[in-house]
Every structure is written in C-alpha cells, then in structure tokens.
C-alpha cells in the first residue's frame, strides 16, 4: 500500500532480501518465525519479498553484524535478484548500517525502522502525525554519527515515509528543538484526553481490546459492535483508538469498546513512549480484552510479550478477559482441549469472523462489568 493509501503494484513495489540471525541451531525455529513476521511487515509496507537468509552465528560481528562472508554472499544475491532493500531483522548499530550499505550498494535497514515506516504509512490523524514523528525523531537522534545517512541518496520507499521524513535530515540541534515541540503538543493531547477520561469515569464503563497485531481485534470490534470498522489483513492498520458503543442490557450502565494498535515483539521504545495518549485508554479501561490468535503455532510467547507490554504501561488489569480467537481454524481440537485446561478462568473462545462464541463473551464481559459495579461506589 501506498503512502497515499492506494494499492501499490507488483510491478513497482521495492524487492526486498531479508536477513535473520540465530545465535544456535535451538535458536533456530523461533528465528525462522521472527523472518516470517518481517516478510508479513516488509510486505505490509509495500515491499515484494525475494529471498530470506537465515545465519547461525554465536557472536554478532560489531563491524558487519553477520560478518564479512555473508556480506558477500548477500551482495550476490542483490546483484542476481535485483534487490533494492536489505532489512535486518535486529537492531544495527551505525557502523554496522554505515558498512553494510557500502558493501551492498543499497538501502540497509532494521526491524524497527521498518515498524516505523509501517506506523508512518498508516498515520492518518493529527494525532498519529504526531505521535509518529515524534517516535521517528527520537529514533534517528539516538543513531546520529558524524554525519548520520542521507536520506535523499538513499532514495524514497520503505523506512523514508513519514510525516517527519523531510525533517530527519537536520541537524542535532535542529532535531532536538522539533522534539520539543512535538512533546508539547502531544502533552496537550495527554491533557485533554485525561480530561475526557475523568468526566467519563462514573458514567461510562469502558472496554479495550488489545494484542498481538494480527490477532483479529478490528473484525472482533465490528461483530461486538456492529459499527463500521476497517479490517485489514496488513499488520498495524489500527493506529488511531476507535471506540463504538457496546451493548450490553445487562449492564445498568452505558458501554463503550475501544480497538487500540496491535503490539508485537521488539515494538520500538520511542513507538511506545511516543504512543502513549494514545494507549493511555488501556490504562484507564474497566475491562481489557485480551485477544489472541488460537491457531497461532507462536501463541504463548505472543502472551508472554503482549502481557510485557500491558506491564510497561502500568495496566496490570485485576479485571483482564483473555479471548480466544479464530479457532475455525485451529486444525487440531486437542490444541483447544489444552488451552481450555491451561486457562480455564476468565477465558472465552470464539471466531469473530463467524460470530461463534459471540453470546458466551458478551456475557463475560457483562459479568465482570457488573461485579466492578458492585465492588467500588458510585
């Protein structure tokens, strides 16, 4: 997809070879997946993914990051299948970039400037504007060296969009000062959604949805709420909070569900820092729903990180509902079986693309909602 939001063709999208590491060959499974999850964002951004290198290696190289060899052996790679971009699944360092990119003759970036430029691309509002580039600025001032990369010789496409892509070339000083801006304005949002936040404590009982990108929270809101929400098969196409009306009659009160940006392993800091308005309403949530993909091979250590993340945010829910999604599709009923056994309070299953479930989490959410009710003074 396009900046602009239109579909980008085949013939024109960036080709894309992507490099993993695993420190051993136990390493090895969870790497391969992580490579996968890069493809599933490098496409997202509008990349065409050609070829993907897995390396084990014990010890990151501090000079070239998988070392001198499979610099090499990539830059044949770039020269027979006409690549454009190289993407790393890891952090590099900005000597790292600096001799990489010298080697290959092309665009080298990391897993999180990749998140960014997704972030970038789906930034619709004022608000995600903002908060993106705040994000992107805090990022590039943390690698400036020397003279940093210019991005007018790298060119456009994937890692130079963004509302801040033009300002990423100044200097230090210049970027500090946008910085400070930035936070300003975005502290004067922070004000005004806590201002909301307090006038709706009391009257209004809220429900957020969370997890792992991917997971199906956008099509679970629309079958809640039966409101007009965009489903995308593209990683973080939710950055802005949607929130719709929920009805629940057995709730002596109104309610209101959120939608909130998927999370996802190694979500950059400055994302999270930057995003935090934004994400403030899980921390201000009455009921958060935590919505999993049930056929995912992956699905505990995605708990594991989205759980981390709920941690970073101070929002370690007493009243927390784990939901089960998409077991249509789980091709092996004792995988349910054990689930069921491992999670057996709090907990729903469901397939929100088929509206099985549906009733059965509706009540556990008017439960929970209720027993809140009961338990702190109106």
């Known amino acids: 997809m396009g900046a602009a939001g239109v579909s980008?063709?085949?013939?024109?999208?960036?080709?894309?070879?992507?490099?993993?590491?695993?420190?051993?060959?136990?390493?090895?499974?969870?790497?391969?997946?992580?490579?996968?999850?890069?493809?599933?964002?490098?496409?997202?951004?509008?990349?065409?993914?050609?070829?993907?290198?897995?390396?084990?290696?014990?010890?990151?190289?501090?000079?070239?990051?998988?070392?001198?060899?499979?610099?090499?052996?990539?830059?044949?790679?770039?020269?027979?299948?006409?690549?454009?971009?190289?993407?790393?699944?890891?952090?590099?360092?900005?000597?790292?970039?600096?001799?990489?990119?010298?080697?290959?003759?092309?665009?080298?970036?990391?897993?999180?400037?990749?998140?960014?430029?997704?972030?970038?691309?789906?930034?619709?509002?004022?608000?995600?504007?903002?908060?993106?580039?705040?994000?992107?600025?805090?990022?590039?001032?943390?690698?400036?060296?020397?003279?940093?990369?210019e991005l007018s010789r790298l060119g456009g496409g994937i890692g130079t969009r963004g509302p801040g892509e033009k300002k990423l070339e100044v200097d230090r000083r210049r970027i500090l000062q946008r910085i400070h801006a930035l936070q300003q304005k975005l502290e004067r949002l922070e004000r005004t959604k806590a201002l909301h936040a307090r006038y709706r404590r009391g009257r209004v009982l809220q429900v957020v949805l969370v997890g792992y990108t991917g997971s199906g929270k956008s099509t679970l809101m629309r079958a809640l709420t039966r409101a007009d929400v965009r489903v995308s098969e593209e990683l973080f196409s939710t950055l802005d909070t949607t929130t719709r009306v929920l009805y629940l009659p057995q709730v002596p009160r109104r309610v209101v569900c959120s939608d909130t940006v998927g999370f996802i392993r190694d979500l950059p800091p400055e994302l999270v820092a930057s995003f935090r308005a934004t994400l403030g309403v899980i921390r201000e949530a009455d009921l958060i729903l935590h919505v999993m993909d049930a056929s995912d091979p992956f699905l505990e250590e995605k708990m594991v990180e989205v759980e981390r993340i709920l941690e970073s945010l101070r929002s370690t829910h007493s009243r927390l509902l784990r939901v089960f999604n998409k077991t249509d599709i789980v091709l092996e009923p004792a995988r349910l079986e054990r689930l069921r056994e491992r999670y057996s309070t709090h907990t729903v299953f469901i397939s929100a693309l088929l509206g099985q479930g549906l009733e059965e989490l509706r009540q556990a959410m008017a439960n929970l909602l209720t027993a809140s009710l009961e338990e702190v003074p109106s």
Not at 37 to 50: C, D, I, K, S, Y
Request: proline share 2%; hydrophobic share 40%.
């Open 8 to 149: 980008t063709s085949h013939v024109n999208r960036e080709r894309v070879l992507l490099v993993g590491l695993a420190r051993s060959s136990r390493e090895r499974e969870d790497r391969a997946e992580r490579l996968e999850e890069l493809a599933q964002l490098a496409r997202t951004a509008g990349g065409e993914v050609v070829e993907k290198l897995l390396q084990i290696r014990e010890h990151v190289d501090p000079g070239w990051y998988i070392g001198r060899g499979k610099v090499q052996e990539i830059r044949a790679y770039v020269g027979t299948l006409g690549v454009d971009t190289v993407i790393f699944d890891d952090p590099l360092t900005p000597v790292q970039r600096r001799n990489l990119e010298a080697a290959l003759g092309v665009k080298v970036l990391d897993r999180t400037e990749l998140i960014l430029d997704i972030f970038a691309l789906h930034a619709h509002s004022a608000d995600a504007h903002i908060q993106v580039e705040l994000a992107q600025l805090r990022y590039r001032l943390a690698h400036l060296t020397g003279q940093g990369r």
